[in-house]
C-alpha cells in the first residue's frame, strides 16, 4: 500500500466521526471503507494453507447513490465490531484475516435500501512454516492414545505429540542442501512460560501441564496445538547455538507420576552445519 494511499484512509477515518453532514459517492464509499477495513485488520502478509470465509450482511436505507459522513461512519463501525466477534469466536492468538471484500448493492433492491456485504477469509497464521492443524485435530496429549473428545477412538496409534513431531519433522518449505555435525539441544515449557497459551491446561509455549491428581487426561484441541505450532519458529532462535543451523526437530510425550501427575511434551532441536546446494545443477 502506497503512502499516499495510507494517508488518505487515515485521513478518512479521522474524519468519520465528524458530523458534518457530508457524503461520498457509493463508489468512493466502497473504496475507503473497504481499504481501511484491511488496512486496520488484514495488511500484514499472512500466510496461509487453508482459509475459512465469513459472510455478513447490513442493509441500510438511505438516499440513492451516496452514503452520509453519519452512515460511513455506522458500516465501519459494524464492519470492525463483526471482524472482533469472528477473532473471538476462534479463540485462536495465531488467527489473522487474509483479505476484505465490501461490496455494494443498490439496483434492484427496495426503495432506498443500500445493501453492503463483507466477505473476509481467515485462518491461523502458522503456515509458511508448518502445514496447520484442521478441525477434527483434537489428540490426547500422549500414549499413542489416539483422538479425544468427540473424535474419541479414532486416529489410531497417534497422538498430539506425534502429530506435532510430524509437522516439524516437515516444514512446507525446506532449503536445498546438507547438514553436517548435527547435534540437538533439549526445549520444554517451563522454559517458555506464556499466559496466552489459547488451551485449558497451561501457560507455556511448549505443553506442560500438572493434573495434581484430578484425573484429568489432557486433550489438546486444533487451537492449542496450532499455538505451538506459531510458537515453533521463536522456541528455535531461542535455543540455536551460535553459527548453527537448524536442522528439525522431535516432539516426545512425557509423564512423571511422582510429581503430581505432570503431563508434558520435551522437543529435541537438532542442528548443525548447513551446506546449501543448487536444485538445477545435476552433478
Avoid at 469472528?86 to 434492484?108: C, E, H, L, R, Y
Avoid at 502445514?131 to 498430539?160: N, V
Avoid at 518449505?173 to 547435534?183: D, H, K, R, S
Avoid at 517451563?190 to 485449558?200: K, S
Wanted: net charge negative; charged share 15%; with cysteine.
Amino acid at each position: 500500500m502506497s503512502d499516499n494511499t495510507t494517508s488518505r484512509l487515515l485521513v478518512f477515518r479521522d474524519h468519520l466521526e465528524l458530523k458534518n453532514g457530508t457524503s461520498l459517492p457509493i463508489d468512493s464509499a466502497n473504496w475507503y471503507i473497504e481499504g481501511l477495513l484491511n488496512y486496520e485488520n488484514a495488511n500484514n502478509n499472512h500466510q496461509f494453507d487453508g482459509l475459512t470465509f465469513f459472510y455478513d450482511t447490513l442493509v441500510l436505507y438511505t438516499a440513492a447513490g451516496s452514503l452520509s459522513n453519519t452512515e460511513l461512519n455506522d458500516v465501519y463501525a459494524y464492519f470492525t465490531n463483526q471482524l472482533y466477534e469472528i477473532t473471538q469466536s476462534n479463540n485462536d492468538p495465531d488467527f489473522a484475516f487474509d483479505a476484505i471484500d465490501i461490496s455494494i448493492t443498490t439496483s434492484g433492491l427496495k426503495n432506498g435500501e443500500t445493501q453492503l456485504t463483507m466477505v473476509v477469509g481467515g485462518g491461523p497464521n502458522t503456515v509458511g512454516v508448518y502445514e496447520a492443524f484442521g478441525a477434527t485435530d483434537y489428540w490426547i496429549w500422549g500414549m499413542q492414545g489416539g483422538k479425544c473428545g468427540a473424535y474419541a477412538g479414532q486416529g489410531g496409534l497417534s497422538d498430539a505429540a506425534l502429530q506435532l513431531n510430524y509437522k516439524f519433522s516437515h516444514p512446507l518449505a525446506v532449503p536445498a542442501g546438507y547438514f553436517t555435525g548435527l547435534f540437538y539441544v533439549l526445549a520444554t515449557g517451563d522454559e517458555f512460560p506464556d499466559p496466552n497459551n489459547p488451551g485449558p491446561y497451561c501457560d507455556y509455549k511448549i505443553f506442560r501441564f500438572d493434573a495434581w491428581n484430578t484425573g484429568i487426561y489432557p486433550c489438546l484441541a486444533p487451537n492449542e496445538l496450532n499455538y505451538y505450532l506459531a510458537k515453533m519458529p521463536e522456541i528455535i532462535a531461542d535455543k540455536k547455538p551460535d553459527g548453527k543451523t537448524y536442522a528439525y526437530a522431535n516432539a516426545y510425550a512425557m509423564f512423571f507420576p511422582n510429581f503430581g501427575n505432570l503431563y508434558y511434551h520435551e522437543y529435541k532441536l537438532w542442528y548443525g552445519d548447513f551446506t546449501t546446494i543448487d536444485p538445477n545443477n545435476n552433478n
